[in-house]
């Protein structure tokens, strides 16, 4: 959805860079000795890609999306590291957060666990083949809990079960349409598709 809608509107788009990573698929065979190298090592990506691309002003794009979101560390740290790495994760992910700029408006095409699952098989990424239902689910409450405790950002969260957007032209206007031309209040502000 990112790349589409960056390709539409001619903004700067800045995707996640996580295939490099070499924690991800030892942290799928081996969850609890990975967790926390996987984290830091996910925040200090993260931290250097935006922070070495929004610090420049680019004059030919009015507009930047991004396929995910700095506070997703923290998302993912709480339901990966055990209470004290998080604890510690935390005080590294706070001082790093409040140098970063903020987006206008988070979105969270929401799905459920199955289609998730069917996605990601679909995707055919060996190290996610053991993902289960379970670690996703802990993962979607995580992003509730998230969006719930802050409702001084505004969040839109579409439900997107019913629609195929990349392959329906009319779907992605739709949801075009609600991202980019509507306006939201603060908190948590939904979409049934």
Not at 41 to 51: G, K, M, P, T
Not at 135 to 164: A, C, M, R, V, W
Request: charged letters at 25%; proline letters at 5%.
């Amino acid at each position: 959805m990112a790349n589409m809608l960056a390709l539409k509107t001619g903004a700067r788009l800045f995707v996640e860079q996580f295939a490099d990573n070499p924690f991800l698929p030892k942290f799928y065979s081996d969850p609890e000795r990975y967790s926390f190298p996987l984290e830091l090592s996910f925040l200090a990506e993260r931290y250097s890609q935006l922070n070495k691309e929004l610090r420049h002003q680019d004059l030919f794009h009015l507009m930047t999306i991004s396929d995910y979101f700095f506070l997703k560390c923290v998302i993912f740290a709480k339901a990966n590291l055990a209470e004290d790495e998080f604890m510690l994760f935390s005080q590294i992910f706070e001082i790093i957060y409040k140098t970063l700029p903020k987006p206008d408006l988070y979105v969270y095409l929401h799905l459920p666990v199955d289609k998730l699952l069917k996605n990601i098989a679909k995707r055919g990424r060996d190290f996610e083949k053991t993902i289960k239902g379970e670690y996703l689910e802990k993962i979607q409450d995580g992003y509730f809990n998230f969006f719930k405790q802050h409702p001084e950002y505004k969040f839109l969260i579409i439900e997107t079960s019913n629609i195929d957007f990349v392959a329906n032209n009319e779907h992605f206007d739709r949801l075009r349409h609600y991202i980019l031309d509507k306006s939201y209040p603060l908190g948590i502000n939904r979409i049934i598709m």
